[in-house]
């Protein structure tokens, strides 16, 4: 049963830079997206970006200046870094398992593993 | 980007009630759409996907359907562990895109 654990520091201020990552356990880490998503409080979900096993990243061009999602395949391990940070980057952040499926008549693409959510908070 | 809202936003049913959660695109995603379930303070939960594919383990009394622009979550016969916040996501192209959400809260 695969699992998401996911770490970081919980509280910044304001021009540092977020540093998160998530482990993957008990699965295959090869031939998955691996993306992050975050929710302001009381708000909805944000997709940020995603990561493929030997690195082909997509980004929301909406924070591509600022993210970068990498990815160390021998501790089975992705990571976002988020730079400049502001009170406006305060959620919780999310790691999913991507599964892309893609058939000549189909495609499927949903996240089906999550990580259980790092709340990070930017302030002075 | 892709502009996904759902409605209504928040709304009140009773146990044993059918409820219908409308996700509208603001182009044709096909049937590239995803619903997901969350409860206050834990990650989503994934429940359907390419628009009508039931995830593995997902009781059967949800259901999706639609295409192009326009589509539904449906709940056949609510139980008190369904009150939770919906989302629908796409995939047509990136950024995934999700709606606003929709809170469904016990009447």
């Known amino acids: 049963q695969v699992q998401l654990q996911q770490w970081g520091a919980g509280l910044l201020k304001p021009s540092e830079t977020l540093s998160l990552t998530c482990a993957v356990y008990g699965g295959s880490f090869s031939g998955y997206y691996w993306s992050w998503i975050r929710q302001p409080p009381g708000k909805g979900l944000e997709w940020i970006g995603e990561i493929n096993h030997s690195g082909s990243t997509n980004y929301n061009p909406s924070l591509k200046s600022r993210v970068t999602i990498s990815v160390d395949t021998s501790k089975n391990q992705f990571s976002l870094k988020l730079s400049s940070v502001t009170a406006a980057d305060t959620a919780v952040y999310y790691c999913?398992?991507?599964?892309?499926?893609?058939?000549?008549?189909?495609?499927?693409?949903?996240?089906?593993?999550w990580g259980k959510g790092t709340t990070v908070t930017v302030s002075s | 980007a892709i502009r996904m809202t759902q409605s209504p936003s928040s709304f009140s049913a009773s146990t044993g009630d059918r409820v219908t959660i409308t996700c509208r695109a603001s182009?044709?995603?096909?049937?590239?759409l995803a619903w997901y379930q969350q409860k206050p303070g834990k990650a989503p939960k994934l429940l359907i996907y390419a628009a009508s594919t039931l995830q593995s383990g997902v009781p059967s009394r949800f259901s999706g359907s639609g295409s192009g622009t326009d589509f539904t979550l449906t709940i056949s016969c609510l139980q008190s562990e369904d009150f939770a916040t919906y989302y629908c996501?796409?995939?047509?192209?990136?950024?995934?895109?999700f709606g606003q959400g929709t809170k469904l809260e016990i009447k």
């Open positions: 996501q796409q995939y047509y192209s990136y950024p995934r895109t």
């Open positions: 999913a398992r991507v599964v892309v499926v893609v058939g000549s008549r189909y495609y499927y693409y949903y996240m089906d593993v």
């Open positions: 182009q044709g995603i096909s049937s590239y």
